[in-house]
């Protein structure tokens, strides 16, 4: 069975840190790993997948299979950073039988 | 160009009710997903539509179910109506490489 593990639940840094969220996932085949942000009175919407390498807003994640993370990461926070979070796991070769798995989100303030 | 949209945006109802949730993808999107949110739960997988058919569904009893019509809207039904059954529900559509559009939610409170 697959899992995603954000293991934060909140996370508090001030403007100008760096910031990284956490995302840990378990599945046994070839994953399709995503970003979902979800701003104050907005929808969830899709951040950036890792198949695509690229920055969305200075964030970027990498996948790394050795230890099964996929953490979000941007250098320098700013205050419209603030949202909740979420990763989510497809099942590349299910063709999105399984739909997305997610993460239970990290909720991100940034301090000014 | 439209997004996912969702009706309606809160419903109310009491426990053993049926509750009916309707979902209108982007134009061109043939699979729709449905998701709950619940409170301390996140985001569980509920049915995937695509083409007309049910393709698979998440760890929900029987008495979650829907449909996918020919113009690839959908509908979700909740029969029996449980308190648990309280949550924000979202449709999300898809070309089908993972990357959702999703809809606002319908918030479902059973009372």
């Known amino acids: 069975a697959q899992r995603v593990t954000q293991p934060e639940k909140l996370l508090s840094v001030f403007k100008g840190a760096p910031v990284e969220l956490k995302c840990n996932y378990s599945?046994?085949?070839?994953?399709?790993l995503f970003w979902y942000v979800q701003y104050s009175r907005q929808r969830l919407q899709l951040l950036l997948r890792?198949?695509s390498r690229e920055s969305i807003k200075g964030f970027t994640a990498d996948l790394n299979k050795g230890e099964t993370s996929f953490h979000l990461k941007k250098p320098f926070a700013q205050e419209e950073d603030s949202a909740m979070y979420y990763c989510?796991?497809?099942?590349?070769?299910?063709?999105?039988?399984?739909?997305?798995?997610f993460g239970k989100g990290t909720h991100l303030i940034i301090q000014p | 160009e439209a997004g996912v949209t969702q009706s309606p945006t809160h419903l109310i109802k009491t426990r053993g009710q049926q509750a009916t949730l309707r979902c209108s993808p982007i134009?061109?999107?043939?699979?729709v997903y449905w998701y709950q949110q619940a409170l301390g739960l996140g985001l569980q997988f509920l049915l995937w539509y695509d083409e007309g058919e049910e393709r698979n569904r998440g760890n929900f009893p029987p008495r979650f179910s829907g449909r996918q019509f020919p113009n690839y809207s959908s509908e979700l039904n909740v029969n029996a109506l449980e308190l648990e059954d309280s949550a924000l529900y979202l449709c999300a559509s898809s070309l089908g490489w993972g990357g959702y559009t999703f809809g606002s939610g319908t918030r479902l409170t059973v009372v």
């Open positions: 989510a796991l497809s099942s590349r070769s299910g063709g999105g039988a399984d739909g997305l798995t």
């Open positions: 134009s061109g999107h043939t699979s």
């Open positions: 599945y046994s085949g070839s994953p399709e």
């Open positions: 890792h198949i």
